[in-house]
């Protein structure tokens, strides 16, 4: 191709990494061109993110040169290759809650006048870069801590556009971003590319690789696997390439759909000034009911209500046929009907990051691992290992600190302290976020294994593929409401975008008289 | 914990820094000794004894203030706590004594565990507050002058008594150490003190009795204060205003010098018992020295600034 004739903009030859013991990277090579997408792809720890952190100043490599336009480079701080203009897009949010948005933007470099903040020089130009990602309605007054996490990561990607770069990367990017602004940073980066930006690109998600990405290359391990450009192989040659092994199918098969007798069941749920409007469903036990929707809907709250978490809920919640009458997770988790969480954000929600796996995996289980007033050694070991074994945890050693883990073994982490409490209902508030392919079909199918013994699953995700793969029924939500209920044939993501956006199957009949 | 074991080296490294400090300030202070009086006065058992005599006033609060701090938290109000129970101890005196400085003590970590879990207050200004609360009950109860009123004989015996030679406050800090350290490593408690400490909103999730594990915490503080309070004023026959004040800030500075993480989650009792040890022969061996309290506060100051710095370097 001719483009492989012309000087590549970013150039890596023979770059490695090394982390104690563990080679990050191992003898990558790469090119990135201008005016081009560049997908990294590659399972967590395939070591994307190393590269990425070599590349823009994070951590210093060990060996091998990296060169931009032509000129070797070695960044000792992200500032200064932000300088350089290379700027990256971190996976981890970056933003300060308790600033305004406008603060946020322009955090690094804020528009001086007589040597102070001029703040409305920084209101302007934040205006005009959230106008420039097509999130005009985003007020940059108001402070980052109340928007949502789809918004945020906007206001991040705007933040990264104000340090004006010629190498934009993207780590994970779109991993919080709802459908709608996942449409609009997909027009951003496709004007980016026009200005002749290079832009490199890690996300897990692959219909968005195929859409975006102009040429790909694929990690493993810390190698560079191989690069091409779009189209020359499909996609499950690359999961094949990023994985080392064939996988046959991505998602366990479903049941046959059956009616079952309802386990849980909600009626008339409301909360909180129309957050959550007077759902009702149900769910039986061996049944994954997901919850669909744009971001924001009210999901979260509804998993939230159920886990007892939220104060002033009406309407009614009965388990097997009881009321269930649970005001916060203790109850829930003690109830005659176990209940477990799977938290949004694992992070700081579902995970003491500081405190050893073990800590962890028996965090909801103290009561269960003692004998007398004491915690027994030995239930602590037995639960620690049974859990490690159960979800194939990958770990040197349980007393390592739970923030040494890559993502994907972290949610294990989460989901396996909860199973240890052996619950029959099952909450997931987007449980495979960020994380790998191989791990997402080990939760897929644990969640199928959970579902045949007789669980109860609800969960929200924001992957509409995911929900069709995993789901027996969808709930789909829109402003706090339940808008459509699909399962079977009628649970097609044409129905579930069209229901997301609250356009009824009207729309999306028309939309395909149309394209036919 | 078998499997915790393996890391043993790294999260007990303040214990053995801040104990081989105490061997240091011990061997400076003998050498100074020898030299200017030519007796080793530091290492004499009684002179040992007595120090840590003395000492076990601010180990029993250390303790407390330890399962406070690991929960993110800090008690304040320990200075006035702790002459409060004495000086109602005294003042009522007889059979009940004990008890009531014990309850005085409870019922204050009561209210500020209340204040810092129920009403959302932050702990440094709520436990300040009580603080100036009960030393203005105090300074109206006395009138601003030490009470009359002395030390029962139990107190007496706490503070000043000693069981075949050896110091009875020195046995009772033993009792509590050994008990905290069990409740700490060995009891779903200690450990969601541990998790509450490390993150709340992910203790919250994990269905752990948050704010019940945070109000138990500051009792146990407030009981613990008030403990040593009594033995103080048995020490000392009787109660006197000020009594504490010279606790709070040390008490901290033992519990951070023993590896504890000031904002919470981490930290062994083991630490803490060697910064207790830390802070009380800093200060006698800068006393033998002679020093004057101006420099003494400085050095004192300066030794727990470079012991947080060597610290900082392993993380």
Redesign the interface.
């Known amino acids: 191709m001719a483009i492989e004739n012309r000087v590549p903009h970013l150039c890596l030859q023979g770059v490695t990494k090394r982390y104690g013991g563990i080679t990050a990277l191992n003898n990558v090579d790469l090119a990135v061109h201008k005016g081009r997408i560049h997908a990294l792809l590659g399972e967590n720890g395939a070591g994307k993110s190393t590269l990425i952190k070599v590349v823009s100043g994070v951590v210093p490599r060990d060996s091998g040169r990296i060169t931009l336009n032509d000129r070797e480079i070695a960044f000792s701080t992200p500032r200064a290759a932000n300088e350089a203009g290379v700027v990256c897009v971190f996976q981890e949010l970056s933003l300060m809650p308790h600033l305004s948005v406008a603060e946020n933007i322009s955090i690094a470099r804020p528009p001086r006048r007589y040597g102070l903040i001029d703040t409305k020089a920084q209101i302007r130009l934040a205006e005009s870069l959230l106008a420039r990602i097509g999130c005009a309605d985003i007020d940059p007054r108001s402070r980052v801590g109340e928007l949502s996490l789809s918004r945020r990561q906007m206001v991040e990607i705007a933040k990264a556009l104000g340090k004006e770069p010629e190498l934009l990367i993207l780590d994970e990017a779109t991993s919080a971003l709802t459908h709608r602004d996942v449409e609009l940073f997909f027009e951003v980066l496709h004007g980016l590319r026009a200005q002749n930006l290079s832009i490199l690109y890690v996300s897990h998600r692959m219909h968005e690789i195929e859409i975006l990405a102009d040429r790909l290359s694929v990690f493993r391990n810390g190698s560079h696997v191989a690069s091409f450009d779009r189209g020359e192989h499909d996609e499950a040659e690359i999961v094949e390439m990023m994985i080392g092994r064939e996988i046959t199918t991505q998602y366990p098969t479903k049941p046959a759909p059956k009616t079952v007798p309802p386990f849980l069941e909600v009626s008339g749920l409301s909360w909180g000034n129309g957050a959550l409007r007077d759902l009702s469903f149900t769910a039986g036990k061996g049944e994954i009911v997901g919850l669909g929707g744009l971001d924001g809907q009210g999901q979260t709250q509804l998993l939230l209500a159920l886990?007892g978490?939220l104060k002033g809920v009406t309407g009614s919640v009965r388990i097997g046929a009881q009321a269930a009458g649970i005001n916060?997770?203790?109850e829930?988790?003690?109830a005659r009907d176990r209940i477990a969480?799977i938290?949004e954000d694992r992070k700081?929600?579902?995970?003491?990051?500081?405190?050893?796996v073990?800590?962890n995996l028996?965090?909801?289980s103290?009561?269960r691992v003692?004998r007398g007033?004491?915690?027994s050694?030995e239930k602590?070991?037995d639960t620690?290992n049974e859990a490690i074994r159960r979800l194939r945890i990958k770990i040197g050693?349980?007393?390592?600190p739970a923030w040494t883990l890559s993502g994907g073994n972290q949610q294990k982490v989460v989901i396996a302290?909860w199973l240890m409490i052996e619950p029959e209902i099952i909450l997931l508030n987007d449980p495979t976020r960020g994380i790998d392919v191989g791990t997402k079909q080990e939760i897929y199918q644990l969640l199928r294994a959970l579902a045949d013994a007789g669980a109860t699953v609800v969960m929200y995700s924001s992957d509409y593929d995911e929900l069709i793969g995993c789901c027996d029924r969808v709930e789909v939500m829109y402003d706090g409401r339940i808008v459509a209920t699909l399962s079977g044939e009628s649970l097609t993501e044409q129905a579930l975008v069209s229901h997301a956006l609250n356009l009824g199957n009207g729309v999306a009949r028309s939309k395909e008289m149309e394209s036919t | 914990?078998?499997?915790?074991?393996?890391?043993w080296n790294s999260a007990d490294r303040p214990v053995y820094i801040a104990s081989a400090f105490v061997v240091l300030i011990l061997a400076v202070g003998t050498i100074y000794t020898l030299v200017a009086q030519g007796t080793a006065t530091l290492l004499s058992p009684s002179y040992l004894m007595q120090q840590l005599q003395i000492g076990s006033f601010l180990g029993v609060v250390a303790a407390g203030m330890m399962i406070v701090i690991l929960i993110g938290h800090i008690d304040l109000s320990v200075p006035w706590t702790l002459t409060t129970a004495a000086m109602l101890a005294t003042a009522v005196g007889g059979p009940w004594a004990i008890l009531l400085g014990l309850s005085l003590g409870a019922v204050v970590g009561l209210v500020n565990g209340v204040g810092v879990a129920y009403l959302r207050l932050p702990s440094m200004i709520f436990t300040l507050a009580v603080n100036a609360v009960l030393q203005g009950s105090m300074v109206a109860m006395t009138g601003g002058t030490s009470p009359q009123s002395q030390a029962t004989e139990l107190m007496r015996f706490l503070g000043a008594g000693t069981l075949m030679g050896i110091p009875v406050a020195l046995l009772v800090w033993t009792l509590v150490s050994v008990c905290v350290s069990?409740v700490l490593t060995?009891?779903?408690f200690g450990?969601?003190l541990?998790?509450v400490g490390?993150?709340e909103?992910?203790?919250?999730?994990?269905?752990?009795?948050n704010k019940r594990v945070i109000v138990v915490s500051f009792i146990l503080c407030g009981l613990l204060t008030a403990l040593a309070g009594l033995m103080l004023a048995g020490y000392s026959a009787k109660a006197y205003q000020g009594m504490g004040d010279l606790y709070a800030l040390p008490a901290i500075a033992a519990v951070v010098i023993g590896g504890a993480n000031i904002l919470g989650?981490?930290g062994k009792y083991r630490g803490t018992v060697a910064g207790v040890l830390v802070v009380v022969f800093l200060n006698s061996v800068l006393s033998i020295m002679q020093m004057s309290e101006a420099i003494r506060q400085i050095v004192y100051g300066f030794v727990i600034l470079t012991m947080l710095l060597v610290y900082r370097r392993k993380a």
């Open positions: 886990f978490v916060s997770p203790q829930a988790k003690n969480m938290p700081t929600e579902g995970l003491m990051l500081a405190m050893s073990a800590d028996i965090s909801t103290l009561d003692c007033p004491f915690i050694e602590a070991r620690v050693d349980p007393s390592d302290k | 914990m078998r499997i915790t074991v393996a890391k069990t060995r009891t779903p450990r969601s541990y998790i490390n993150s909103a992910a203790a919250y999730l994990s269905g752990i009795p989650g981490s």
